[in-house]
């Protein structure tokens, strides 16, 4: 019986399953192992082709037969093919790395990188980078090694140009966090953050504020898996196929975030779109008014204002997270800063505008109780609205809005 797929750790999360399903006929099996179980499973070489990841890909290599020269220079294996009773072991994250370099017009020649980690994959990126004719290359850790510096160190390295993230430091669930304070590297052009859970790190956030190209991994998980997906059937597949799989996931997972007016639409608005891509609706205040069991209008009456942005700025921050929705935020989201973050990091955001004339007063919102609060709240909050939106869509009829929300979304995954 043929078994394919990939071994590691914690595997929860991995769309390696879906990638090579969309690549290849087999069936594609994510085997989860602990310490403990992992000898026995290598000893009964009971598969056909694995992919290797966290924290095995130096592990299997005692159990290769035999290992192609790119793996064993950089002393990690992510890829086993086992055939006529021997093990097979190849790196194509090199590849996948190295497509992703060439697809987003990243170049190392000459360059002074920061890499930061020392695991397997920073090996396999610091062989990439020494490949391409990178200038200096710097190791980032925790602690003090030979040739390895510290976080602390990396301040003495202003003119660093290229940052590389192969930690799963920011990576889902523990996202927001990042290693670095970016404002130490004005010389810096290019990040790229191997982690692609979330879409997009408090690392590529912090860069993109500041005007940096930023990149996250998915498309080094695509290209390597169809490499490793080549030796697993010994045929070529076409590098369209990177491409089409990446934009298909992609779509899947990017959240539509809904900011604008109370009562601008964006509840009906995102029931709709959820139900036509079949994705998760999640409305922040509903989900509020779930976790306190209170309406806002009394939250706000018994604790007041600020008591009820910390509440929402919590919800904000869990429901980011995940990935593969629709999500109708409450008016007053954008008075955070923190909470754009969060959407950001898996969302597309878009801004409902609907003319302030057509706002309806009351309904239990707090703030819009009349036809004044609602022009004084419009003057406030539309320059953040504007501020913070990739896409802005004008509703002034429901289905129209709908069809040029779902139109902006198709287009900006075309590209």
């Known amino acids: ?23 290849c006929t087999y069936t594609y099996d994510l085997i989860p192992l602990s310490q403990e179980e992992f000898p026995k499973f290598m000893a009964l070489k009971s598969f056909t082709a694995l992919n290797v990841t966290i924290p095995y890909k130096e592990k299997v290599i005692p159990y290769c037969d035999w290992i192609d020269k790119k793996a064993r220079s950089i002393g990690a294996v992510n890829t086993l093919v086992h055939k006529d009773g021997k093990l097979y072991g190849y790196n194509t994250d090199y590849d996948g790395f190295l497509y992703l370099l060439k697809k987003n017009h990243i170049h190392l020649k000459n360059k002074k990188i920061l890499i930061l980690g020392t695991g397997g994959t920073s090996k396999t990126v610091a062989a990439c980078a020494r490949d391409l004719g990178a200038g200096t290359i710097l190791f980032v850790s925790r602690r003090k090694k030979d040739n390895v510096i510290t976080y602390q160190e990396c301040s003495a390295h202003p003119d660093t140009e290229i940052i590389i993230n192969t930690t799963p430091c920011g990576m889902y669930p523990n996202t927001g966090k990042c290693l670095l304070p970016l404002d130490l590297f004005p010389k810096c052009t290019d990040i790229v ?95 509020i008014v779930k976790k306190t069991g209170m309406p806002i209008s009394q939250i706000f009456e018994q604790y007041g204002e600020s008591y009820f942005r910390q509440l929402e700025a919590e919800v904000v921050s869990e429901v980011s997270k995940n990935t593969g929705q629709v999500i109708a935020t409450g008016g007053g989201v954008i008075k955070r800063e923190e909470n754009i973050y969060h959407l950001k990091q898996n969302g597309l955001i878009f801004f409902i505008n609907r003319d302030v004339k057509l706002l309806q007063a009351g309904k239990g919102r707090p703030l819009s109780s009349d036809k004044a609060a609602i022009w004084q709240l419009f003057k406030e909050r539309y320059p953040l609205y504007k501020k913070y939106a990739d896409i802005r869509i004008n509703n002034n009829n429901f289905t129209t809005t709908i069809r040029k929300v779902m139109n902006k979304y198709d287009e900006y995954f075309s590209h």
Do not use: W
Not at 264 to 283: E, P, R
């Open 1 to 23: 019986m043929q078994r394919y797929g990939l071994i590691g750790e914690k595997l929860g999360h991995s769309y390696s399953k879906k990638i090579h399903e969309q690549l």
């Open 193 to 287: 953050d191997v982690i692609y859970n979330p879409l997009k790190t408090e690392l590529l956030l912090q860069g993109e504020k500041r005007g940096i190209h930023a990149v996250n991994g998915l498309e080094m998980l695509v290209a390597q898996a169809k490499f490793a997906a080549e030796y697993f059937i010994g045929l070529p597949i076409e590098n369209s196929q990177i491409h089409k799989i990446r934009q298909k996931l992609l779509r899947e997972l990017t959240n539509i975030v809904l900011i604008g007016m109370p009562g601008c639409g964006k509840t009906s608005i995102g029931k709709k779109i959820a139900k036509q891509l079949q994705k998760t609706f999640i409305d922040t205040d509903a989900f």
